[in-house]
T-cell receptor
Framework: QQQVKQSPQSLIVQKGGISIINCAYE??????FPWYQQFPGKGPALLIA?????SEKKEGRFTISFNKSAKQFSLHIMDSQPGDSATYFC???????????FGKGTKLTVNP | DGGITQSPKYLFRKEGQNVTLSCEQN?????MYWYRQDPGQGLRLIYY???????QKGDIAEGYSVSREKKESFPLTVTSAQKNPTAFYLC?????????????FGPGTRLTVT
């Protein structure tokens, strides 16, 4: 119930391509879904987040798509760049808990 | 500059020794967290504190201890009872406003125990 399942574990994309990372959850109490980006040896940084009242949120080249009925959400990186190469984590939080549950991460490599 | 600082960046200890990892924030956040990160395991919550002088166990608290005597400080002690202490440790703090919530991470401390 508390898990967030993330796939794929690793992803290789050519420069200019679209990177897609998927997450699924079971706990219907989750109401906040952030994505974090982490570079090697650094702490994760918040990239973009969504709440269930919207089905999509876009910030620059990064888009979250949210499917409440399927209990799935995904991160799309358009026009992927080598500088996007990092590990991406999805997470979820149940309202008021202030305690995130993280997926296991996706290592993205964007080849030049 | 506002943010979360963790020190040191790298820490080496001998097996059987306790070690304390520092975490300080000047963001005036009430809640603070400690996570452990291992390759392929994501981030696992060790302890969290939502207010000074109060803290709760996370998913993997065994072998760890914390204190929260000041709002800006949340040190983590890795005790000799922790069977596999070598890992990357991340401290975080969070803020909630108008129904929104954000959690910010420090740069991490890599602990190696031999």
């Amino acid at each position: 119930q508390q898990q967030v399942k993330q796939s794929p574990q690793s992803l290789i994309v050519q420069k200019g391509g679209i990177s897609i990372i998927n997450c699924a959850y079971e706990n219907t109490a989750f109401d906040y879904f952030p994505w974090y980006q982490q570079f090697p040896g650094k702490g994760p940084a918040l990239l973009i987040a969504i709440r269930p009242d919207v089905s999509e949120k876009k910030e620059g080249r990064f888009t979250i798509s949210f499917n409440k009925s399927a209990k799935q959400f995904s991160l799309h990186i358009m026009d992927s760049q080598p500088g996007d190469s990092a590990t991406y984590f999805c997470a979820a939080d149940a309202g008021g808990s202030e305690k995130l549950v993280f997926g296991k991460g996706t290592k993205l490599t964007v080849n030049p | 500059d506002g943010g979360i600082t963790q020190s040191p960046k790298y820490l080496f200890r001998k097996e059987g020794q306790n070690v304390t990892l520092s975490c300080e924030q000047n963001l005036n956040h009430d809640a603070m967290y400690w996570y452990r990160q291992d390759p392929g395991q994501g981030l696992r919550l060790i302890y969290y504190s939502q207010i000074v002088n109060d803290f709760q166990k996370g998913d993997i608290a065994e072998g760890y201890s914390v204190s929260r005597e000041k709002k800006e400080s949340f040190p983590l002690t890795v005790t000799s009872a922790q069977k596999n202490p070598t890992a990357f440790y991340l401290c975080a703090s969070s803020v909630t406003w108008d129904g929104s919530y954000e959690q910010y991470f420090g740069p991490g401390t890599r602990l190696t125990v031999t």
